[in-house]
């Protein structure tokens, strides 16, 4: 019983950690620009492909693949803003129409994938064989980079956003738009890179989930939704309460599955949504405005 719990606590570690690369992104840019960029589940769709395909025509090498993936995501990130976001700032309804556009943003995403690769799903080498037993617990070396890589991103944003200047930027911006521009920070610049970012972060958890999960058109909902709830959970702007609430969802989802069943795991998830928006609609990590 107690090596059952153990490892559905393991498996929620490594959801937690795939959750919370999904959800830091969407939690920087509704932090900076207030929006709910709803093509960040393409984005983690096509982190997932583009990592199958680098694998695929690249002999395997899960290095350059990675290295691909992180930079194509980053850099339409950059057009995603350019083209669908930037045009629709300042306008009137702009943020339902920003809503919108990157709704549909993330259904030609999704449809170009099938037109590129087809419906079928496919499946991403494990990046590494073998477990590692401690007593009654194994935990195969699979899971331990998962934990190993999200932890290294995240931190590698925290410092980001506390140490160095373009990050401080960030934060300036985050708090008070105006005052920023007042002290010399270009803003417009500030929600291009922060955009990139938050693709950039997307792109990652997808050739995580990529690894673990069969990989499919569609594969990018699922986690957009939970990465939506964790967002809440943590605070809406959080990146702290972002990634507290990732781990969080992520044990209980796997609690969840290990006691009543991986169909109960989401229904119970929604639950916990619908009572947290009436019990405490800021968050852990928010405050009441």
Not at 58 to 87: D, E, H, K
Not at 176 to 194: K, L, M, N, Q
Not at 241 to 249: D, P, R
Request: hydrophobic share 55%.
């Amino acid at each position: 019983m107690f090596s059952d719990i153990a490892s559905a606590i393991i498996i929620g570690l490594v959801l937690g950690s795939m959750y919370a690369l999904a959800a830091v992104g969407l939690t920087l840019v509704w932090g900076v620009l207030k929006i709910l960029n709803f093509a960040h589940g393409g984005f983690i769709t096509l982190g997932a492909y583009f990592v199958w395909v680098g694998i695929t025509f690249l002999g395997g090498n899960y290095v350059i693949s990675f290295l691909l993936v992180m930079g194509l995501t980053f850099l339409l990130g950059f057009v995603l803003n350019a083209g669908v976001i930037r045009p629709l700032q300042g306008r009137p309804e702009s943020e339902t129409n920003i809503f919108i556009a990157t709704l549909a943003t993330s259904i030609i995403i999704e449809n170009l994938i099938i037109v590129g690769f087809g419906g079928r799903y496919k499946s991403i080498p494990e990046m590494a064989s073998g477990s590692l037993t401690l007593g009654s617990i194994s935990i195969n070396f699979q899971q331990m980079i998962i934990m190993a890589v999200a932890p290294v991103f995240l931190v590698g944003l925290m410092y980001y956003l506390k140490k160095m200047k373009s990050g401080m930027a960030v934060r300036a911006v985050a708090q008070d738009a105006d005052g920023a521009a007042i002290v010399g920070i270009d803003s417009e610049r500030v929600y291009s890179y922060t955009i990139a970012i938050g693709a950039l972060m997307a792109g990652v958890a997808g050739v995580l989930l990529g690894v673990i999960f069969y990989l499919s058109p569609g594969m990018g909902g699922d986690p957009l939704v939970r990465a939506l709830f964790i967002m809440v959970l943590g605070g809406m702007g959080s990146v702290k309460g972002t990634i507290y609430g990732a781990y969080i969802i992520g044990i209980i989802d796997a609690l969840a599955r290990y006691f009543i069943g991986m169909f109960w795991a989401s229904p119970i998830l929604f639950v916990m949504f619908i009572l947290l928006l009436l019990l405490r609609p800021q968050g852990l990590f928010g405050v009441k405005v």
